[in-house]
C-alpha cells in the first residue's frame, strides 16, 4: 500500500489560515470517511486532531477544521497560532482492511 | 482517562526479533482494535498492525511476513514481535487504541485516538 501524498511542508503567519492536503486513492479516502488528522509536535507523539473527515475530539480547538472532496481530505487551519508549528499527518482505513498515513507536512508559522 | 504505557528493548542486532509489549489502563480493552505504529527517524508514521481482545489481527502488507501481535486479554496487553530486524527497522515504535464511531446503530474503528509514549528501538550490529 502506497503512502498518501501530503505536501512536505506549509507555513504562515499568526491569524492567517493554511490548508494541508491529504490525496489518496479511490481505495481509501475515496471509499471512507475514516480519515483523521494528527499534530505532532517535535519529540512528542501524535495527537488526535480531527476524525472522520471533519469531527473534533473535545479540547481540540474549532480553528482546526476538516474536509473531503473525491481522493482528497484537507486541513484547514484558521486563526494560525505559534503552537500550532508542528508536523501534521493524515490517515485513512483502505479497502485491504488496513490504514495508511500520509507522508507528513511540516506547518511552520512566520 | 485511557492510559497506554509501553515497554521493550531498545537495542538489537541485525537478525534478532524486536519485542515490545503495551499495557492499556482505564477504559475498556475489549471492544477496540489495538494497533501498532512505527516512525524511522526524521520520517513519517508507518502502520504495522492491529488486533482486538478476540486475537483477530491484520498486518502491513509490507511487513507480514515479519510480524506478530498478540493479545493478553487477562493483563489488558498487546504485544508485537518483528522477527529479523535490519537497520531499517530503526524507528520509534508506537502502540495505539483504535477508537470507534458510532452512525445508524453500528461502530467501526475511526481512528488512533490514544497513542503510547513511543519506545526507540535501534537496529546496530
Known amino acids: 500500500q502506497s503512502a498518501l501524498t501530503q505536501p512536505p511542508s506549509v507555513s504562515g503567519s499568526p491569524g492567517q489560515s493554511v490548508t494541508i492536503s491529504c490525496t489518496g486513492t479511490s481505495s481509501d479516502v475515496g471509499s471512507y470517511n475514516r480519515v483523521s488528522w494528527y499534530q505532532q509536535p517535535p519529540g512528542t507523539a501524535p495527537k488526535l486532531m480531527i476524525y472522520?473527515?471533519?469531527n473534533r475530539p473535545s479540547g481540540v480547538p474549532d480553528r482546526f477544521s476538516g474536509s473531503k472532496s473525491g481522493n482528497t481530505a484537507s486541513l484547514t487551519i484558521s486563526g494560525l497560532q505559534a503552537e500550532d508549528e508542528a508536523d501534521y499527518y493524515c490517515s485513512s482505513y483502505t479497502s485491504s482492511s488496513t490504514w495508511v498515513f500520509g507522508g507528513g507536512t511540516k506547518l511552520t508559522v512566520l | 482517562q485511557v492510559q497506554l504505557q509501553q515497554w521493550g528493548a531498545g537495542l538489537l542486532k541485525p537478525s534478532e526479533t524486536l519485542s515490545l509489549t503495551c499495557a492499556v489502563y482505564?477504559?475498556?480493552?475489549?471492544?477496540?482494535?489495538w494497533s501498532w505504529i512505527r516512525q524511522p527517524p526524521g520520517k513519517g508514521l508507518e502502520w504495522i498492525g492491529e488486533i482486538n481482545h478476540s486475537g483477530s489481527t491484520n498486518y502491513n502488507p509490507s511487513l507480514k511476513s515479519r510480524v506478530t501481535i498478540s493479545v493478553d486479554t487477562s493483563k489488558n496487553q498487546f504485544s508485537l514481535k518483528l522477527s529479523s530486524v535490519t537497520a531499517a527497522d530503526t524507528a520509534v515504535y508506537y502502540c495505539a487504541r483504535e477508537g470507534n464511531h458510532c452512525s445508524g446503530g453500528s461502530c467501526h474503528s475511526a481512528t488512533f485516538d490514544y497513542w503510547g509514549q513511543g519506545t526507540l528501538v535501534t537496529v546496530s550490529s
Open positions: 482505564g477504559g475498556s480493552f475489549s471492544g477496540y482494535y
Open positions: 472522520e473527515v471533519s
